[in-house]
């Protein structure tokens, strides 16, 4: 396999699909569904063209051009990082053995799981962010919005790739079935929670991009260290791509607290609805109700089925080789929270079944940076008002916390006080509606909607009001 990637096929690759007829086959029986998935459930706002980055390699530099593509023209392909011919598996009780470049039997299932649920969510967050091309704040955005679109599609074609590359019949089933559940549905939804919650505005997508994206790279990155190479590898490719996507979220954030600081001192009063701004406390409730939404994604603070795809080597940790342990964690312990007779307390286990744990501490600590930038806008503005993460507790359906009602301070609530105050720290239906009214679409170019600040820069040396997108 070459670091480039053939556009001259039918279905653009640099694994050298021409060679296996069969599977090409089945892949090209596949695109015309997905195909039809990206008109009926993909964006809803008609264009001509728009200004998109498309990979052309899979190397450190380079690797991606940018042009005017019509949507449902661009190049959906699969791509893997290069293959390490000396790549060894880094943990649990294959450590130090070859990696694998087919499924070992008793892994299947497992690891057929892993990739249908990864792929699950790529087409979710597609459905979820159909119409906000409909309320667009500026072309910029409509652009990253569609951008964010096309590679979630193309994320979707990589876990659908290994699924018919290296788990039969079974595989076949699982890639048909990943554009059958719809986002939301009633009948048929997405498997995980997070991916079934609506993206009504472009505030809620900024901050979707921030949380739920990221834990999107948590989940790659721990996926990037299996010992089954092709999936490592194509995670490797994958989190490359994924950066962009959370780029959008942090600075989206940036530029809604910059707009909302600068109506602030201008008019010296914290009530910017007047002047089409949108308030300190909805930017909060916004946050913390992704932040939660996104731990949820982590699962239960101890799994025996996380530690079991640990010790197979099936799924790593973040960063596995930079650890400075034995990688397997046979007497290793670790601490985690959980409710107790109505208060928090601190309960040691072993590490080996605190994975999720593991892995949501290092994404809590990566969501404080974005916060810390975010009220380092505020500080310099002169504005005392801090935004910060919720205590792990706040909000959850999933694990330790769930069915237990606990505040942004980590407080352990009753019922009733949680039904009277969650109105404090969640976004109501008033704050819903509010945002709602402001999401104006501006279609012009150089211009920007009053509620959020015009980036930095713009896209690839482009200046903001560079004409991103041609509608239809």
């Not at 000396?86 to 990739?115: C, M, N, S, T």
């Not at 559940?181 to 472009?202: H, K, Q, V, Y």
Request: glycine fraction near 8%.
């Amino acid at each position: 396999m070459t670091t480039g990637i053939d556009y001259t096929e039918r279905i653009p690759n640099n694994v050298d699909l021409s060679s296996d007829r069969r599977l090409q086959r089945a892949l090209e029986s596949w695109q015309p569904k997905f195909l039809q998935w990206w008109s009926e459930m993909g964006p809803a706002l008609p264009t001509k063209d728009v200004y998109l980055r498309t990979a052309v390699s899979v190397g450190r530099e380079g690797w991606a051009q940018f042009g005017h593509v019509a949507l449902p023209e661009y190049r959906w392909g699969i791509f893997l990082s290069e293959r390490d011919p000396d790549r060894r598996i880094a943990f649990g009780e294959h450590k130090g053995e070859p990696v694998w470049q087919q499924v070992p039997g008793e892994y299947r299932a497992d690891l057929q799981r892993l990739i249908v649920i990864q792929g699950d969510t790529e087409p979710a967050s597609v459905e979820q962010q159909r119409h906000l091309g409909m309320t667009a704040p500026s072309l910029y955005d409509l652009r990253n919005l569609f951008q964010v679109n096309v590679e979630e599609g193309r994320h979707l074609w990589a876990m659908v790739y290994l699924l018919h590359a290296y788990f039969g019949r079974t595989g076949r089933e699982e890639a048909e079935a990943l554009l059958h559940r719809n986002s939301g549905s009633d009948d048929s939804p997405r498997i995980l929670g997070a991916f079934n919650e609506e993206t009504p505005d472009w505030l809620s997508f900024y901050m979707f991009t921030y949380f739920t994206d990221r834990d999107g790279k948590y989940q790659l990155g721990t996926l990037k260290e299996s010992a089954f190479d092709p999936l490592s590898r194509t995670c490797q490719f994958m989190l490359k791509e994924e950066a962009h996507h959370m780029f959008v979220g942090t600075t989206g954030v940036d530029r809604v607290v910059e707009r909302t600081a600068q109506i602030m001192r201008e008019h010296d009063t914290a009530d910017v609805r007047p002047y089409g701004g949108i308030p300190l406390e909805i930017i909060q409730k916004y946050l913390n109700f992704h932040y939660s939404v996104s731990l949820d994604l982590f699962g239960s603070e101890t799994s025996t089925n996380v530690a079991n795809y640990f010790t197979a080597g099936l799924k790593g940790r973040w960063q596995e080789e930079r650890r400075k342990d034995d990688h397997q964690l046979t007497d290793a312990v670790a601490t985690v929270t959980q409710v107790e007779d109505g208060r928090l307390v601190e309960v040691e286990t072993p590490a080996l079944i605190a994975l999720n744990n593991d892995l949501r501490g290092e994404y809590t600590a990566d969501c404080q940076n974005g916060v810390t930038r975010w009220n380092r806008i505020l500080e310099d503005a002169g504005i005392d008002f801090r935004l910060r993460l919720p205590h792990v507790g706040f909000h959850r359906q999933v694990g330790a916390f769930a069915g237990h009602h606990v505040s942004p301070d980590g407080e352990v609530l009753t019922a009733e006080e949680w039904d009277r105050r969650k109105g404090d720290w969640l976004p109501t239906d008033e704050d819903r509606a509010y945002v709602a009214s402001v999401m104006q679409p501006v279609y012009e170019p150089g211009k920007i909607a009053a509620w959020v600040a015009p980036p930095k820069q713009g896209i690839n040396g482009r200046p903001f009001d560079y004409e991103y997108v041609h509608l239809a």
